[in-house]
């Protein structure tokens, strides 16, 4: 176990010229064990350009690396990536939904543009449905804003328990008063 963390730390630090490209080809050629290492590594080293290869990762067969790509989209991914994230998250199988989800999170707290990063997640929302459509709601809930308040006051209604659920436990988590009454109405 010394021997892999001192591996590690060597592949998240070594400089070079053509580190980060073979890093990258790592994550297309390897064995899947030597592509977990190269995900790790390239999340390590903040390589925005391997996300490409990531995605190909996260929707690819093997569920490991896909969980562990989607951690490393989340990490790095930044506003232009966020649509073809929500699009894995609505297209994602259930062992990998909550790591989609958890990286759609990661990028909306970090962009800049949060009314830009909630439409992107906004428009995935018709194409969810039941658990994937909670995620989703999850997602939109960690932008306060009118449209997602809207968004997960219709989930409400949705015939779903699921959904109806992730949108009250959303609107539970609210930021301030605005859902008061509706959770009020939830509750008689």
């Given at each position: 176990?010394?021997?892999?963390?001192?591996?590690?730390?060597?592949?998240?630090?070594?400089?070079?010229?053509?580190?980060?490209?073979?890093?990258?080809?790592?994550?297309?050629?390897g064995s899947p064990q030597m592509k977990r290492e190269a995900i790790r590594a390239?999340?390590?080293?903040?390589?925005?350009?391997?996300?490409?290869?990531?995605?190909?990762?996260?929707?690819?067969?093997?569920?490991?690396?896909?969980?562990?790509?989607?951690?490393?989209?989340?990490?790095?991914?930044?506003?232009?990536?966020?649509?073809?994230?929500?699009?894995?998250?609505?297209?994602?199988?259930?062992?990998?939904?909550?790591?989609?989800?958890?990286?759609?999170?990661?990028?909306?707290?970090?962009v800049p543009d949060k009314t830009s990063a909630l439409e992107t997640a906004l428009?995935?929302?018709?194409?969810?449905?039941?658990?994937?459509?909670?995620?989703?709601?999850?997602?939109?809930?960690?932008?306060?804003?009118?449209?997602?308040?809207?968004?997960?006051?219709?989930?409400?209604?949705?015939?779903d328990p699921a959904v109806r659920d992730a949108a009250i436990r959303c609107l539970?988590?609210?930021?301030?008063?605005?859902?008061?009454?509706?959770?009020?109405?939830?509750?008689?």
């Amino acid at each position: 176990a010394p021997t892999k963390t001192t591996a590690r730390k060597a592949l998240a630090t070594l400089r070079g010229f053509g580190i980060d490209e073979a890093l990258t080809a790592s994550l297309k050629t390897g064995s899947p064990q030597m592509k977990r290492e190269a995900i790790r590594a390239t999340a390590a080293r903040n390589l925005v350009a391997a996300i490409p290869a990531l995605f190909e990762l996260a929707a690819g067969p093997d569920d490991a690396l896909r969980i562990e790509a989607l951690g490393a989209v989340g990490q790095l991914g930044r506003a232009a990536e966020l649509a073809a994230l929500m699009n894995l998250l609505v297209s994602a199988p259930a062992f990998s939904r909550e790591a989609a989800e958890t990286a759609a999170i990661a990028i909306v707290e970090r962009v800049p543009d949060k009314t830009s990063a909630l439409e992107t997640a906004l428009q995935s929302l018709p194409r969810a449905q039941g658990e994937t459509k909670g995620a989703v709601l999850r997602v939109i809930s960690h932008v306060p804003e009118e449209s997602s308040l809207r968004a997960l006051r219709d989930a409400l209604a949705d015939t779903d328990p699921a959904v109806r659920d992730a949108a009250i436990r959303c609107l539970a988590d609210w930021p301030n008063a605005a859902p008061m009454r509706d959770l009020l109405t939830v509750a008689r």
